[in-house]
């Protein structure tokens, strides 16, 4: 049994920004293949939402989080991929070290964006975060 394909998946986002700019991956795996997202991923059992934030941001990007901020919850279900998610949404701009591709399999490109220039297109993820960022 899979989240989000078999029952609906609890996951995370955290929307990572610097000097102004949001951190964005290119995403090669479902759902929304090739959609810039921010970082985040599945909760695992008995990890808290919080913990599971700053993990998968580290392990996507290679970057130290510190401090993270609880923005929101959105719920997804993306028909073309027959995926559904529930997912906790944060914030930082608390975090050292460069930006890197650490997970080539998983995604494709990154960079930093300002918010009124964000590549296209957006995942439903990232775009269910700009409110709470401008």
């Not at 991923?41 to 919080?50: A, H, Q, W």
């Not at 590549?119 to 960022?133: D, R």
Request: aromatic share 8%.
């Amino acid at each position: 049994m899979k989240p989000g394909i078999d029952f609906p998946g609890v996951g995370v986002g955290l929307a990572i920004l610097r000097d102004g700019k949001l951190l964005l991956y290119k995403r090669m795996r479902p759902p929304e293949v090739g959609y810039w997202n921010i970082v985040g991923g599945k909760v695992d059992v008995l990890e808290p939402s919080e913990l599971a934030a700053k993990r998968e941001a580290e392990e996507e990007t290679g970057l130290s989080i510190g401090k993270i901020e609880f923005v929101s919850v959105t719920e997804q279900i993306v028909e073309a991929d027959c995926q559904h998610w529930i997912s906790l949404l944060y914030k930082t701009d608390d975090v050292a070290g460069e930006a890197q591709l650490t997970e080539p399999d998983k995604l494709s490109d990154f960079g930093w964006f300002a918010l009124d220039d964000l590549p296209e297109p957006l995942s439903a993820f990232t775009k269910a975060i700009l409110p709470f960022l401008r």
